[in-house]
């Protein structure tokens, strides 16, 4: 007997709708198609397993086959298989509900949201009329008795439903592929599809008798099963092309939420853009996206692997993704197993950690910058560098300097360099103080880090090492002797002055050390700060911003004595080779400048 019906709609016909919206994801009718045939081979299983199904069950693998000459694709599995009634139940009404529903979500949004619904939209069965002109259905039900039924859409609303011709029981789903979507008669591109989508389904999956997928990826595995060769051959089975990862995290949780991966920590490069969306996110081992924005916090998508969870929705529009109460407390639990690792490894394999701390500190940092709840769980573990290569945490470091670095306020001052090459002079001169300085040298992040380090440890300052003279950068409060009396110092700064002419620089004589430079340039903090805030937030173009140079005239050293008694050419040249060996030593010196220099200094020395 055939029957004919119409599938009751009240779009007239949403298969154009289907096809032209979803135009840029085609390729995941395959998911869909073998994601079900996936669910009717594990409903008979636990059928079995309860005793519901007497028969054999038999090998349960989809089979995905190409025909090119008859222009068709089938995906065929041995699951539980539907009767006529079971086709018109599931097929006319609920595959159709969600594909209504699908059109209902697209209306209600604006155009360019649309990709997003998409993009997390689990079409299901009909998503394969985007690919195909006609859809068959041959299934023969697992119920005892059952005759196999056929059913077929030509992708209108008018469907015909008969008895079929199938032995065995299972579904096989064939299409008809459309003129417009023969790409996907050719083998290589259904490989590469399920290799992206079905890579580590539960079900054996075959094309054209070739197995695809590893059915026991390890994060469905415990931990206890595995060695360090298993995490690192399946890191390579998902980036062939990246080194080893630094460690890995296995996640295994079920309660409140369901939840299983492995995340890699991998070695960071400077090609940062490289690492986002490489977490991949699957449902029941089906890949469902590596776009993991809002289910990871935000400075952990640079780290990898695998996220698994049935509780995540996404058949649904980010939106709703983001208020979502599991997946905030998935990201909330992900944040927490990343910290208590960094504190096993730290507290387990101190030199290690210290070891990874280039890559590693660059997730710490992010995350303290990111995350307000990130700094208390990772404050134990956040490692500073000293220009001499030791590493302290905070509280170590704290300790390591209060004696010397603390100035008149009770603030301790915090030393840092963010270029030693450059800054060389400025760190021998703190050496010599018996002052430490760090190394924040990282360009991406440690100067977003130091403001914030500042703001969270209490009667804290972080200052540049060539923010100002040592003295000054840390002010204990005592007054420097000066072998200047107060005319001299007036009057050499007279000869800096008429000497330098120029009006940006702000002139001073100090007492610094004798075996400081004559003369010490420096950059004030606070206006170095802003200038690379003005820089980041694209305020003000490179260079507009005022770059105020503090030039310091060292009335101890022995050379101003010189200029004092010098004739006038002889204090001119001595003044302008004092300040630009300070310009040297800040790395200033160039072009026009740098060549006077050199003949300057030739005389100098020829004399
Ligand atoms: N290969 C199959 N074997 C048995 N039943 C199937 C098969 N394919 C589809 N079905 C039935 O048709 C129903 C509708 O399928 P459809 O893919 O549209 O939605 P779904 O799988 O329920 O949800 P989703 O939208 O997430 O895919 C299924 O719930 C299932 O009962």
């Known amino acids: 007997m055939q029957e004919k019906g119409t599938i009751s709609v009240s779009t007239e016909n949403i298969f154009p709708i289907i096809k032209k919206f979803l135009y840029s994801d085609h390729e995941i009718f395959l998911r869909e198609l073998v994601a079900n ?27 995905v086959s190409i025909d090119e000459e008859a222009g068709t694709i089938t995906v065929s599995d041995a699951g539980i298989g539907m009767t006529a009634e079971d086709i018109k139940k599931y097929i006319n009404q609920v595959a159709f509900s969600g594909a209504t529903e699908f059109i209902e979500q697209y209306k209600d949004s604006d155009q360019g949201d649309s990709k997003e ?13 985007m690919v195909a002109d006609k859809v068959k259905i041959v ?33 096989d789903i064939v299409l008809q592929v459309a003129e417009d979507s023969k790409e996907f008669l050719n083998k290589a591109r259904l490989r590469g599809i399920l290799d992206k989508y079905c890579k580590f389904l539960p079900i054996t999956i075959e094309l054209d008798g070739e197995q695809i997928n590893n059915t026991t990826p390890i994060w469905t595995k415990s931990p206890s099963e595995l060695k360090d060769e298993d995490y690192l051959a399946f890191f390579k089975e998902l980036y062939p092309m990246s080194p080893d990862p630094l460690f890995w995290i296995h996640l295994n949780v079920d309660y409140p939420f369901n939840l299983t991966g492995v995340l890699y920590f991998p070695k960071i490069t400077n090609n940062f853009d490289l690492y986002k969306d490489k977490i991949q996110l699957y449902s029941r081992q089906v890949f469902i996206t590596d776009e993991v924005k809002d289910v990871v916090p935000e400075f952990l998508m640079l780290l990898r692997g695998v996220i698994d969870s049935p509780d995540i929705p996404l058949n649904v529009s980010r939106s709703y993704l983001q208020s979502d109460a599991n997946v905030k407390k998935i990201n909330g639990y992900v944040t927490r197993k990343v ?81 030693p090459d450059k800054q060389d002079a400025y760190i021998s001169s703190a050496r010599k103080q018996n002052y430490d300085v760090l190394l924040l040298d990282n360009q991406m992040i440690d100067s977003h880090f130091v403001g914030s380090l500042e703001s969270k440890i209490p ?10 003279t040592m003295d000054k950068l840390i002010d204990t409060g005592t007054e420097k002797e000066s072998v200047l009396s107060e005319e001299e110092a007036t009057k050499i700064k007279e000869v800096f002055e008429k000497t330098l002419n ?17 003369v010490v340039i420096t950059v004030p903090e606070f206006m170095r700060r802003a200038q690379e805030m003005a820089k980041t937030s694209g305020m003000m173009g490179l260079g507009e911003f005022p770059s105020a140079l503090t030039v310091s005239i060292n009335g101890n050293h022995s050379i101003i004595q010189k200029i004092l008694k010098a004739e006038e050419a002889a204090q001119k040249a001595l003044v302008l080779q004092a300040y630009d060996l300070a310009l040297l030593s800040q790395n200033l010196l160039s072009g026009a400048n740098l060549t006077k220099f050199i003949e300057r200094s030739v005389e100098m020395v020829g004399k």
């Open 117 to 129: 619904i998409i993009g997390h939209f689990g079409m299901g069965f009909y998503s394969a009329f």
């Open 37 to 63: 045939a996936m669910d009717a081979s594990q409903k008979l299983k636990r059928l079995a397993a309860i005793g519901e199904y007497q028969g054999e069950v038999g090998e349960l693998k989809v089979q």
């Open 459 to 468: 009667n804290s300052s972080f200052k540049r090492v060539d923010a100002d």
């Open 502 to 518: 120029n009006n940006a620089l702000n002139l001073q004589v100090e007492a610094l050390p004798t075996d400081e430079l004559p």
């Open 339 to 419: 910290a208590d690792k960094l504190e096993e490894l730290f507290k387990k394999e101190r030199t290690a950690f210290e070891e990874k701390w280039e890559s590693v500190g660059f997730f710490v940092k992010y995350g303290i910058l990111s995350d307000e709840k990130f700094y208390d769980k990772a404050k134990n573990i956040c490692l500073l560098k000293n220009s001499e290569g030791k590493y302290f945490t905070l509280d170590e470091y704290r300790e390591h300097i209060q004696a010397a670095q603390t100035d008149k306020n009770e603030n301790v001052v915090y030393l840092y360099s963010n270029d």
């Open 139 to 171: 299934s023969l039900s697992h119920k005892e008795g059952a005759e196999a039924a056929q059913w077929e859409c030509e992708g209108s609303t008018e469907f015909e439903i008969s008895p079929g011709e199938k032995k065995e029981r299972g579904t």
